[in-house]
């Protein structure tokens, strides 16, 4: 069965500087990687996904990922990141076509 | 293009009764997937249609919880009665490639139900 483990529960940041958030998953077949954001209130932003090619995977808002099979990781990154980028995220996975199963979500906190 | 539509927004009601909601997908899109997602936690699957047919419901309690997508386009989904641990967010999605092909999911605002 597959899953997805989201290392980190809080993250909390300074403006400015860079951030991982980390994200493993577990399936015996091939999987799609998303990551999806969540502001207060609000349903789920798609930020970026990996379906397959290339491993570095760029997004919306300066975000990206990289999808490491041998390490079964997907983890996400910003360079710098803004006030603005406070919120939920989310980590997910599906095969084709099924519904997604999601990690229980980073709450990334970022301060001035 | 207008995104995945939800109403309520917001509703709270006593336990024991009913409660429905609504989910207009975006246009064309052939898949509508019903989440709920419990403060703290990520959204889990309750039921996923294709066009007007269920392709999983195995998640979905059946003895409270009932779902419709009637001419494969707008959805409902109905607890009765509902119970203090039904407090969540529902959320809707829609991807637009037929089941069985790789497709993104768009999720609608949800809608955040209160069980007192």
């Known amino acids: 069965a597959q899953s997805v483990t989201q290392l980190d529960s809080q993250v909390p940041v300074f403006e400015e500087a860079p951030v991982e958030l980390r994200c493993n998953y577990s399936?015996?077949?091939?999987?799609?990687l998303f990551w999806y954001v969540q502001y207060p209130n609000q349903g789920l932003q798609l930020l970026l996904k990996?379906?397959?090619?290339?491993?570095l995977v760029k997004g919306i808002n300066g975000f990206e990922a990289e999808f490491n099979k041998s390490q079964t990781s997907f983890h996400l990154r910003k360079p710098s990141v803004h006030i603005s980028d406070t919120a939920e995220y989310f980590c997910a996975a599906n095969q084709a076509g099924t519904a997604l199963i999601f990690g229980k979500g980073t709450t990334l906190s970022v301060s001035s | 293009e207008a995104g995945v539509a939800q109403s309520p927004r917001y509703k709270i009601i006593e336990k024991r009764q009913s409660v429905a909601f609504w989910c207009n997908p975006i246009?064309?899109?052939?898949?509508l997937y019903w989440y709920q997602q419990i403060l703290g936690q990520g959204p889990k699957l309750l039921i996923q249609?294709?066009?007007?047919?269920?392709?999983?419901d195995s998640q979905l309690p059946k003895d409270r919880f009932s779902a419709e997508r009637l001419k494969g386009v707008d959805s409902t989904l109905k607890i009765q009665p509902a119970k203090l641990e039904d407090s969540a967010v529902y959320l809707c999605a829609s991807s637009h490639r037929l089941a069985g092909e790789r497709d993104t999911q768009y999720f609608g605002p949800g809608t955040r139900l209160t069980v007192l």
């Open positions: 249609f294709q066009n007007n047919g269920v392709v999983d």
């Open positions: 246009s064309g899109h052939a898949t």
């Open positions: 990996y379906l397959s090619g290339s491993t």
């Open positions: 399936s015996s077949v091939s999987v799609y």
